[in-house]
């Protein structure tokens, strides 16, 4: 049987930006698994003007009920005033799935 887990993707400045974030996310259980996708340059409006840059692409796999969370951390670490975070459930293997629900419990505290 599959199972629904979250993708969240966001792109930052730098590779220093993208280890920490991905670090951080993954010791606070937010994300079972952070990609770095690599460079790429992206155009965009901003501010009046169409700007570029290059990013470092970053994909996050958390569960479904985690999503939120791991979205509102990114905007409060996030370097950009306006960043893109973007969102989607995906189905899983029955195997990966649960992996990703288990590695993204809160941990028990006792």
């Known amino acids: 049987m599959n199972v629904n887990v979250s993708m969240v993707m966001t792109t930052v400045p730098d590779r ?16 079972a698994c952070v990609t770095q996708l690599g460079s790429v340059q992206s155009s965009f409006h901003w501010q009046g003007k169409i700007e570029s840059a290059e990013e470092i692409q970053l994909l996050f796999k958390t569960s479904v009920v985690r999503t939120l969370e791991l979205e509102r951390f990114i905007q409060d670490q996030h370097p950009y005033d306006t960043p893109e975070i973007l969102s989607w459930q995906v189905t899983a293997s029955a195997a990966y799935g649960q992996w990703v629900n288990a590695e993204t419990q809160r941990p028990i505290h006792v």
């Open 16 to 31: 220093a930006t993208a280890e920490k974030l991905a670090q951080d996310a993954l010791g606070a259980r937010l994300a």
